[in-house]
């Protein structure tokens, strides 16, 4: 397996599937169960992909697969699925999720009494694997938060007394890159070096994005032999959204040389030049209401920023410092929701069809990168005597 040539996430996976294929090969010993550690979804799909292949024919997954969640089917249920031998398929596969249930509150004696007597004598014609999904194991061990180390000794100290312990960590940036050059190269194209890092960096090291735009990248150079930083800033969304979080920068910095200067070269480098002009007021309408969001409920860290930003409003990984940053150089809700009207107004001018729409987004820029204007006082509403 290549995987070994990277990080612990890489070689956890790596040795796993190792063992997996050996296993089914007859070269090697399957253990009863084993813990899949860690949010990675990359490397756990990377997992239960080897371990169907090896064990679960392609003509008989009805028989000898199954998906339970612990949310719905008691740890009883599952243990007794894995004791009682299939008919219809001589081994059987049991993938267990939302681990988590067996730590929720209470003491759950029963269910880890069960376990420990499963696992004394466990069904050597099934494996279990337990899905705990509900760790964040960062690239650096040294950095994991308290209570993700706390949930993992308690994983290890019971499920781990008996079933093998694969411990998925995210993947760093620099084995992000080294793999997809790998994958590249694998290809037969090279993946340059500035390319590499624009890709994991505009995607947050999230391997399945980078896996997933990695491969239209690989499709859009097919016969040019590389894959240039050009074509990833083509190419994937994120890096060019990457701009336009650096233009709300210089907004929120109140850099208005900056701020143009950045909507210069956004609308230069998108291939509909100002026709694009709706989609980046949408862009920068959706980024002043996340703003607004995460200045109303306080957040101060990335990990709030996941509740308090719901499925669907969320930005990509690599913006929730910068997006929490800038939000707090508002002094008030007033300052954001004045960003916005000047956003809608913008939007309407756009969509009576002015004679130049690169004007009207330059002007938005200038507007929101200015100082607002001081509210003159209202006229008093009693009219002025004069003596006569």
């Known amino acids: 397996m290549t995987g070994s040539r990277w990080g612990s996430g890489f070689s956890a996976a790596a040795r796993f599937i190792e063992e997996i294929e050996a296993a089914a090969a007859g070269a090697g010993k399957l253990r009863p169960g084993y813990v899949l550690a860690g949010d990675e979804v990359f490397l756990l799909d990377r ?3 080897a371990v169907i292949k090896a064990f679960v024919p392609a003509d008989s997954q009805d028989f000898c697969l199954s998906d339970l969640d612990l949310a719905s089917t008691s740890i009883f249920e599952v243990l007794d699925r894995a004791q009682t031998p299939s008919l219809m398929a001589p081994f059987q596969v049991i993938f267990v999720r939302n681990v988590r249930q067996l730590y929720t509150r209470g003491a759950k004696k029963e269910e880890f009494a069960a376990l420990d007597r499963y696992f004394q004598s466990p069904n050597p014609q099934a494996l279990l694997l337990f899905i705990a999904d509900f760790l964040r194991i960062p690239s650096d061990a040294r950095r994991i938060e308290l209570d993700d180390k706390n949930r ?11 079933c093998g312990m694969v411990e998925l960590a995210r993947v ?3 084995d992000a890159m ?16 500035d390319a590499a890092r624009e890709l994991v960096d505009a995607l947050g090291a999230d391997m399945m994005l980078i896996s997933s735009e990695l491969e239209k990248l690989l499709l859009y150079v097919a016969g040019r032999g ?17 701009t336009l979080y650096e233009l709300t920068d210089a907004i929120s910095a109140r850099d208005r040389v900056r701020a143009l200067a950045l909507l210069q070269g956004l609308l230069n480098s998108s291939d509909a030049g100002e026709d694009a002009a709706i989609g980046h007021l949408y862009m920068l309408a959706r980024t002043f209401r996340q703003m ?3 200045l109303e409920k306080n957040v101060r860290d990335s990990r709030a920023i996941w509740q308090a930003l719901w499925q669907g ?5 690599f913006a929730a410092d910068d997006l929490i940053r800038q939000a707090r150089r508002y002094k008030s809700r007033r300052d954001l929701t ?29 507007e929101l990168a200015s100082e607002p204007k001081p509210t003159p006082p209202p006229w008093p509403s009693t009219q002025l005597s004069f003596e006569t």
């Open 152 to 162: 993992y000794g308690r994983l290890t100290e019971t499920l781990g007394e008996h």
């Open 47 to 49: 997992c239960r992909a």
């Open 172 to 174: 760093s940036e620099e």
């Open 178 to 193: 080294r793999w997809a050059a790998a994958k590249a190269q694998e290809a037969g194209l090279r993946l340059e070096s």
């Open 313 to 317: 409003f969320r930005m990509p990984p």
């Open 226 to 242: 590389k894959i240039a930083l050009g074509d990833v800033e083509t190419m994937v969304l994120s890096a060019k959204q990457r």
């Open 292 to 294: 607004l969001v995460i």
């Open 338 to 366: 004045r960003a916005l009207r000047l956003v809608a107004r913008a939007d309407l001018e756009l969509r009576s069809s002015p004679p130049d729409k690169r004007l009207v987004l330059e002007r938005l820029v200038y």
